[in-house]
């Protein structure tokens, strides 16, 4: 099984911009499909966006299109969300998750293998 471990997280104003990375250990990250996604309190786990194991696709929830970025390096066994022009209703707790579906699925039932999150505030 695979270890995931999420960094980058922290306190931001509205407007800025924050990477998150998600760093593997114990099995090579070319083997699943990456998820990411968050969770603010009160309210459920939202799909944030994906990508394929080669990182040929990616795919991202309306909220974020166009203003988050997912990439991956393999050879560094990390995934990273680039996350630019952030407003306050991004915050929330951010995770990574790591599947063996072969597309990229919106769904966190999908994803078998999961980080312990990071922390995102964005402040107006």
């Known amino acids: 099984q695979v270890q995931l471990v999420e960094s980058g997280g922290g306190p931001v104003q509205a407007g800025g911009s924050l990477r998150l990375s998600c760093a593997a250990s114990g099995r090579t990250l070319s083997t699943y499909t990456m998820g990411w996604f968050r969770q603010a309190p009160g309210k459920e786990r939202e799909f944030v966006g994906g990508?394929?194991?080669?990182?040929?696709?990616?795919d991202y929830g309306d909220s974020v299109r166009g203003r988050f970025t997912i990439s991956r390096d393999n050879t560094k066994n990390t995934v990273y969300l680039q996350m630019n022009n952030l407003k306050p209703e991004d915050t929330a707790v951010y995770y990574c998750a790591a599947g063996f579906v072969v597309v990229v699925l919106s769904t966190p039932s999908s994803y078998k293998f999961w980080g312990q999150g990071t922390q995102v505030t964005v402040s107006s």
């Open positions: 990508i394929t194991r080669l990182g040929g696709s990616t």
